[in-house]
């Protein structure tokens, strides 16, 4: 990450006309926590809401943790700096277990569960207890925008923000237009997220939105591939870096983003599209039933050491 780019993030949203100061984050597990650290290493100050303690002691662990790698790769010969930007910093987050106290934000995003009856359930929620000023957006990588966000009055202050794990790392962030997002929500929207440090692109709300779109089939033929013992997965991954140019192979990739969600992914996208290429993968399946989700649970495509 670039030091003068960290740096003058952090006077970037003060000029803004339309400035978000305050930022609130449902959900405080990798992708909130991720989203949260990155809010306040441009100066803002955030809220972390979740309704489990055990979860927000975690996200306040691991913010730490990759506050301090941040801090030595911006001040490597500078004790102070780095323990005053990762204290600063730290300073900026607050944690929550009630939704109710923590509204009062110019801007709300939701990085909770991917089952649309819940995230709609709390927006009608937020709708009805956050100020009138308020954005609300939902983090989500598959549902449609349009569909989370249909109780709700404001929808002219409502769109997607979809971020990317790991969120402290990954530039790029999807902005999603909901079918009566304003002009000005939009571009606010826009703004906060160059603001975080993201170079931000804009999909209307269609399935998989553009990169899901796109990695989805990718994955899923990497998948069935392997499958069929045409390749192994080694192999394959390899193929894609050396002969694609792609960073990570579909299988490393997997492991990383989780295959609970690829699975999720693909369902979703199938719902929406009944394109074949998206239909269930049996081997996908039987590994998450296995449990056998990738980093996270220490085994995915390849084994872990915790």
Same mark, same amino acid.
């Given at each position: ?12 949203? &003060?000029? $803004?006309? =339309? %400035? !978000? ?10 992708? /909130? ?108 990588? &598959?549902? $449609?925008? =349009? %569909? !989370? ?10 769109? /997607? ?146």
């Amino acid at each position: 990450m670039n030091k003068i780019f960290v740096l003058t993030r952090k006077f970037s949203i &003060s000029t $803004s006309q =339309n %400035a !978000i100061k305050t930022v609130t984050v449902i959900g405080g597990g990798l992708m /909130g926590s991720g989203i949260a650290q990155v809010t306040a290493q441009a100066g803002q100050t955030v809220t972390i809401v979740d309704l489990e303690p055990e979860i927000l002691n975690k996200a306040q662990k691991s913010i730490q943790a990759n506050l301090g790698r941040v801090a030595k790769k911006l001040y490597k010969d500078d004790p102070g700096k780095i323990e005053g930007f990762v204290k600063e910093s730290l300073d900026r987050i607050k944690i929550s277990t009630k939704v109710e106290d923590s509204v009062n934000s110019d801007l709300i995003i939701e990085a909770i569960v991917e089952k649309l009856d819940i995230k709609q359930e709390l927006f009608n929620k937020l709708d009805k207890l956050a100020p009138e000023h308020t954005i609300l957006a939902t983090n989500t990588s &598959s549902i $449609s925008v =349009n %569909a !989370i966000g249909s109780g709700i009055k404001r929808k002219d202050k409502f769109g /997607g923000l979809h971020f990317f794990n790991p969120v402290p790392v990954m530039r790029l962030l999807e902005v999603i237009k909901s079918d009566h997002i304003s002009e000005d929500t939009y571009q606010t929207m826009m703004e906060w997220g160059k603001s975080v440090g993201k170079t931000c692109i804009t999909c209307k709300d269609t399935p998989g939105f553009v990169v899901n779109r796109l990695l989805a089939p990718y994955s899923a033929e990497a998948l069935r591939m392997y499958e069929r013992g045409d390749a192994t997965k080694e192999d394959i991954d390899i193929g894609l870096k050396l002969g694609a140019g792609f960073p990570m192979g579909p299988f490393e990739l997997a492991d990383y983003t989780g295959l609970d969600t690829n699975k999720f992914v693909l369902q979703v996208m199938h719902e929406m599209t009944k394109h074949p290429v998206f239909e269930p993968i049996p081997l996908l399946d039987k590994m998450v039933a296995e449990g056998k989700l990738g980093i996270k649970t220490g085994e995915g495509w390849y084994k872990y050491k915790k």
